[in-house]
């Protein structure tokens, strides 16, 4: 966000200055953006701290808050209520055939919690929270992951940048990793000796059209 | 499945196209015992006048066709705003999807934008932060007209632990394949004049998600659109009207709708959308990330467990495939469960990251068949099994879930989500 703003004050000043060979290139539509424009629309934050806002907010200012507008959806400890989704728990959970994937156990950057958060939350409500609001509540998850004891005052000064599992990303290798899936002749002819089937989606009847009397079976993934 | 219908099966299509080679099989045409009523008697439509020429200002399906519609499948999400409808892929042929059947996901709800209030910004690292109205988006030279399939990345997500949902509209239905008409994304990058230490654009939505996505700057730069219109008329509501972004072979959630604002920078901005989701969790619990294009994949459409065949004879298989990573070259259809393969046929417009449409004529003479269809494209991929696949991440992927579908066709014309060894 700064820097956009800094680009406005540059921009400001080359107004003034003979107008450079290419702009002749340009259509010349659209208009400059102002500086109050680009403050109300760019609240994004980058995992380097780039976009917080200055404030703070405790954990326990936090809890106040989820409380109240984040736990019926969320749970009151973010182990998420009904299907809505889990914000807590799930750690070592990873190589388990039920992963789950929340902020102390997958995410791995803390400053995703703060921009969901505020970009997004309250489901039906978004950009309603302020950003010493957002801070007490990222704080708040943070310790309900055991991230940060109960006493943490969360800031843009003390923003931590990794979470536990960052370590475990990594860049698309498929066409590296996959290699196998560039063949040159796919296998046209008694390709195997015998086929059996090993599984149908009958036996899991979780289709929408008979799905009656087990609307509360879960699928085994889901959209997300 | 008994060994001589195999081997029947297989004399049939060595013989190419049915016709000639199935006579022995095919029956005799049935010769009818009665006159049919409906040509010897006069029906209603022939006798009286139907409706005038605006009964319907904007037309809508035979009533006959009511059945054609998205579904959804309730229980996979908490929430109907955030969720997920599905394309009827098995009601559906050529390769354009009509725009009232296109799969909607959104994460906010549908936003509802007036385009005299729609605003786009481009800002961050640029010379010329610029605000253009729909007005001025639409005045920009260089329009260019393309098809391109959008498949949601979670396409076929509920499969990785095995076949589960019964009917393509569920198994392959977030996806789908119009013909967009915008502007190329690097005309406004372009006007705004990109810094040299621009790396990554962030894309933003305005609907209630403000969904964020961050997309290599090379991508913005080369084929990325700024879209208004789809198979020729404004987007619809669903699919971000006034204003969505188009990025051709990649997965459907970046293709951010209610277009309103694309930012300059020099690194990812590693938003929920591209951490916590759309990251694929692999077996040895580390996750890819950044996994943008989405690989080639087929379905057979027809039949399926929604389309099951009808009668003994000749009869018409499709399917449709497609490729993030160019244009479709090849698919091979098997009726055996991946025993023997042949080639199908591609009909119609092919175009690189595109659907492309494949028949297979064949006979059936009602022996059981376990239908598959394996894509090729222009870069050598070749669509992988399920289980190829699961060998290389696991079944707790969720995303980009590309392997073989397999469905068993009955003696009595059912078929069945199945998968097999």
Redesign the interface.
């Given at each position: 966000m700064s820097k956009s703003a800094k680009a406005i004050a540059i921009v400001a000043l080359t107004a003034l200055m003979p107008v450079p060979a290419s702009a002749a290139d340009k259509v010349g539509l659209g208009r400059v953006a102002l500086p109050e424009e680009i403050k109300a629309w760019d609240i994004d934050v980058r995992p380097d701290g780039v976009g917080l806002p200055d404030g703070k907010g405790s954990v326990s200012d936090g809890e106040a808050l989820f409380q109240t507008k984040c736990s019926s959806c969320h749970g009151e400890f973010g182990e998420g209520a009904g299907r809505w989704p889990v914000l807590a728990g799930g750690q070592g959970s990873l190589k388990s055939d039920r992963p789950e994937k929340t902020i102390g156990s997958f995410w791995p950057y803390t400053s995703t919690v703060y921009d969901y958060i505020h970009r997004a939350m309250p489901f039906g409500e978004a950009q309603s929270l302020s950003p010493d609001e957002t801070y007490a509540l990222t704080a708040y998850l943070m310790n309900l992951n055991d991230l940060v004891p109960s006493d943490f005052v969360l800031s843009k000064e003390n923003f931590p940048k990794n979470l536990p599992n960052e370590k475990n990303f990594y860049d698309d290798d498929r066409e590296t990793t996959e290699k196998a899936f560039w063949k040159k002749d796919p296998c046209m002819a008694n390709c195997k000796e015998r086929v059996e089937i090993t599984n149908h989606a009958r036996i899991l009847d979780v289709t929408p059209d008979d799905q009656k009397d087990d609307k509360d079976q879960k699928p085994s993934a889901g959209v997300e | 499945m008994s060994e001589p219908v195999t081997l029947n099966r297989r004399r049939v299509l060595n013989l190419g196209i049915a016709g000639a080679g199935a006579a022995a099989l095919t029956p005799a045409l049935a010769a009818a015992q009665t006159p049919d009523p409906l040509i010897v008697e006069k029906q209603e439509w022939t006798q009286y006048l139907g409706e005038g020429v605006n009964a319907k200002p904007y037309g809508v399906p035979s009533k006959f066709e009511k059945e054609v519609v998205r579904?959804?499948?309730?229980?996979?999400?908490?929430?109907r705003?955030?969720?997920?409808s599905f394309t009827p892929l098995h009601a559906l042929d050529g390769i354009i999807t009509p725009n009232g059947l296109c799969f909607v996901?959104h994460?906010?709800g549908e936003a509802e934008i007036d385009p005299a209030k729609h605003r786009f910004?481009?800002?961050?690292?640029?010379?010329?932060?610029?605000?253009?109205t729909m007005e001025?988006v639409k005045?920009?030279?260089g329009r260019v007209n393309r098809v391109y399939f959008l498949e949601?990345a979670?396409n076929s997500?509920?499969e990785?632990?095995?076949?589960?949902?019964?009917?393509c509209q569920?198994t392959h239905g977030?996806i789908h394949n119009v013909v967009y008409t915008g502007v190329p994304l690097k005309?406004?990058l372009?006007?705004a004049?990109v810094s040299p230490k621009g790396k990554w654009v962030?894309a933003?939505g305005a609907d209630?998600?403000?969904m964020?996505r961050s997309i290599p700057l090379e991508k913005a730069m080369d084929d990325c659109l700024v879209a208004w219109a789809m198979n020729g008329e404004a987007l619809r509501p669903e699919q971000g009207y006034p204003l969505r972004l188009v990025v051709p072979g990649w997965e459907g959630n970046m293709w951010v709708k209610w277009l309103?604002?694309v930012?300059v920078?020099d690194?990812p901005?590693?938003?929920?959308e591209e951490?916590?989701?759309?990251?694929d969790?692999l077996?040895?619990?580390?996750?890819?990330?950044?996994?943008?294009?989405m690989?080639a994949k087929s379905v057979v459409t027809n039949p399926s467990?929604q389309a099951p065949l009808k009668s003994k004879g000749p009869n018409v298989l499709s399917g449709v495939a497609w490729s993030g990573r160019g244009t479709i070259k090849r698919v091979?259809v098997s009726m055996?469960?991946?025993?023997?393969?042949?080639t199908a046929r591609i009909e119609g417009p092919n175009f690189p990251r595109a659907m492309a449409r494949f028949y297979v004529d064949f006979d059936w003479n009602g022996q059981e068949l376990?239908l598959q269809s394996?894509a090729?494209d222009d870069?050598?991929?070749?669509?992988?099994t399920k289980d190829?696949l699961r060998k290389?991440r696991g079944s707790?992927s969720?995303?980009h879930n590309n392997g073989i579908q397999t469905w068993?066709v009955r003696p009595d014309g059912s078929a069945?989500?199945?998968?097999?060894?």
């Open positions: - | 579904r959804e499948v309730e229980w996979l999400t908490a929430s705003q955030s969720s997920v996901r994460h906010g910004m481009i800002n961050g690292m640029v010379d010329k932060p610029l605000v253009f001025d005045r920009m030279p949601c979670a997500g509920m990785w632990r095995g076949a589960q949902l019964n009917g569920f977030m005309a406004f372009n006007e004049g962030l933003e209630a998600s403000a964020t309103r604002r930012e920078g690194q901005w590693a938003q929920r951490t916590s989701k759309y990251t969790l077996a040895d619990g580390r996750s890819r990330q950044h996994t943008f294009l690989d467990p091979d055996d469960g991946g025993r023997n393969w042949r376990m394996r090729m870069s050598g991929y070749v669509q992988p190829e290389y707790n969720i995303y068993l069945e989500n199945v998968e097999v060894s």
